[in-house]
Each structure stands twice: as C-alpha cells, then as structure tokens.
C-alpha cells in the first residue's frame, strides 16, 4: 500500500460511523428486561408485567448519531410500549420517528385520538414524539429514523396527522423502503456522517411521500387543494380552542369550505368534532402541568366543557388517566429530574 492510499484509508475510516451499541445479554436475565427500560427510558416508556421481569429478554440496539438525526438498528423480544400524556409535558422529544420492520411489527396500537387496532404486522409506522401512544410490539428487528420536527413539518406542514398510521408489506412502494432503509442499515457503520444523512434524508422523504399519497394529501392539484384546505382548517381550530362556539358546523361556516371534503380530510382524526375535542383534551393536559395551582376545572371551563364531569370522563377516556392523576404524576416526574 503506497502512502497515498494508506493517508486515504485512514481518513475513510476515520470517517465511517461508530455505533452505540447496547445489549442486555450482558446482564444476568432477571435484569434484562429492567435494563432495557432504562436504556430506551429517555424516549419511551417499557410496561413490563411482574411476571416477565424476571424472565430472560433479548434485546440489542446500535445507535448512530447524525447530527440532528438519529438512526437506530434494533432486535427485541415482544414488548408493550408506552408514551403517555403526562410523559410528554414534562419532556423535550418532539421529533418524529418512522419505523421500518424488517422482521415482526405492531400486533396492536392505541393511543389518545387513535382507535385502538390490531392491524396486520406493519412494516413501517410513523410517530410524533409530541401526542400520546401505547403499542404492543412482537419479537422484531426495527429501524428507527428520529427525524427533527422542523425538517419533517417543512417537507409536510401537517405531519403530525400522520402519528399512528401504518403501512403493511402489501405494495412495491412499502417494500422498496423496507429495503432502502435495510440496505441503509447494512452499510451505514461504514459510510461517513454525510453520506448516512443523506442516505437517511432519502430514506424520510420516501416515507414521507408514502405517508401523504396514503392521506390524499400530495399528487395533482386536486391534492393540493385538500393539503391546503386541511393546514386551513387546523390552524382555525387551533387559534380558536378557548372559544365556547368553537364547533365543526362552526369551521364549515368560517371557512366556506366543503363539507363532504372537510369531514373526510379529518377520518384518520375520528372526525372534525373529535379533533376539536383532542385538541382541547391536549390543550388541557398541557395547562394541567403547567399550572399547578390552577383548579382543573377552571381550566376546563376555559376550554369549552361544561362540566367537571364531563371533562373527566373525556380526558380518562382519552388518556386512560383522570386529569388529577395526570396532574400528580407529571408534577413527580419533574420532582425526580430537580
């Protein structure tokens, strides 16, 4: 080897990628399970029964850093995993993740706003960090692309939409992607920060595509239109949550725009009404925290209920907690990080 090549190998190889690598089989079994909660604890919360703590539990993960991004290889057992409401106020993840099955998937999601469904093992799903989820995992090999909200919102202005929905290894686009993101994962330990970003950038807006073509969100001018009408009507609810006639006929009238088009644009949502609901479920939630002193149903007076009844059965039906016990664990979690 001449000196030349030897002086471009070295700078090869000093730009290749160096995994954080983490793999419970290090462990002594009764902690292999505790062990990996801690390890993806910063992200997700691990729901374990007491009867699978002390049980052996395989897991591995290899993490790469990309500057802002981050992409991650990992193999499991069956998992239940959980990023709950009062999770969410009290940390800073808010990017979106889209993750790529290569082997298992999701037998069940649910979530706030979500209708709880056992789809068919998916092959790739999307996140956002920012609303609640529960999913129960088989044994898989997921890779996991955590994208920084502001890149993925400029590519989708409304991708939060897009948390909780899946695609199933049923068309040549779902499997062109699996098999992007598997040959990404083959290689990516040996490429430098540069070429994995933008391996990683290509990877994202392939899904990205995928996912609005799925909403009727990208395509013509036809989609365009129902891209533009939705960020509309979004964005109407949102500066108008804390108005007591805030309603669906409401926004239909406001806006002079389609009924018909606007009830379907809002299906994946459960409806228009119950996407006002959510988002003052989720405007409430976030007061909750933020205003320790507050009675809870002064705010929730604030945010168009009309009962503390009415308003707890909502928000226990929506996070599976009453706002009291929200309230309680957010303010411990916060306790524990001071």
């Known amino acids: 080897m001449n000196k030349s090549t030897l002086i471009e190998s070295s700078s090869q190889a000093r730009a290749s990628q160096s995994p954080d690598h983490f ?61 709950p409401v009062s999770r969410i106020s009290t940390d800073d993840k808010r990017d979106y993740v889209f993750q790529v099955y290569t082997e298992g998937g999701i037998e069940c999601i649910q979530g706030a706003g979500l209708e709880s469904r056992s789809p068919g093992l998916a092959s790739i799903m999307a996140l956002d960090l920012n609303q609640p989820i529960r999913m129960h995992r088989s044994r898989c090999r997921v890779l996991s692309f955590f994208a920084p909200r502001q890149i993925v919102e400029l590519a ?76 509309q009507a979004r964005r109407y609810v949102r500066v108008n949550l804390y108005q007591p006639w805030l309603t669906p006929e409401s926004v239909v009238v ?23 609901i959510n988002c003052r479920l989720r405007e409430a939630a976030d007061e909750i925290v933020r205003y320790p002193n507050r009675q809870i149903i002064e705010i929730a007076y604030s945010l168009g209920f009309n009962s503390a009844s009415d308003f707890t059965r909502a928000f226990r039906r929506h996070y599976d907690m009453s706002p009291q016990d929200h309230r309680f664990l957010a303010l411990q979690r916060i306790g524990k990080k001071l």
């Open 254 to 276: 406001k806006l002079q725009l389609p009924r018909a088009t606007l009830y379907r644009l809002f299906q994946h949502e459960g409806g228009l009404g119950r996407y006002i």
């Open 156 to 231: 989708l202005p409304h991708a939060d939409s897009l948390h909780g929905r899946i695609f199933e290894s049923t068309n040549p686009l779902t499997r062109l992607i699996v098999e992007h993101a598997a040959a990404l994962a083959g290689r990516v330990a040996r490429m430098s920060e540069h070429e994995a970003s933008q391996a990683f950038d290509t990877t994202v807006q392939l899904m990205l595509g995928a996912f609005a073509k799925q909403a009727k969100l990208s395509g013509n001018v036809r989609a365009a239109a129902r891209s533009a009408i939705f960020d």
């Open 23 to 83: 793999d419970v089989s290090a462990e002594p079994a009764a902690n292999q399970l505790l062990a990996w909660r801690r390890r993806v604890g910063h992200v997700i919360d691990v729901l374990p029964s007491s009867s699978a703590v002390t049980l052996p539990f395989n897991a591995c993960i290899d993490r790469y850093a990309l500057g802002d991004r981050v992409f991650s290889d990992c193999a499991s057992d069956h998992l239940v995993l959980d990023r």
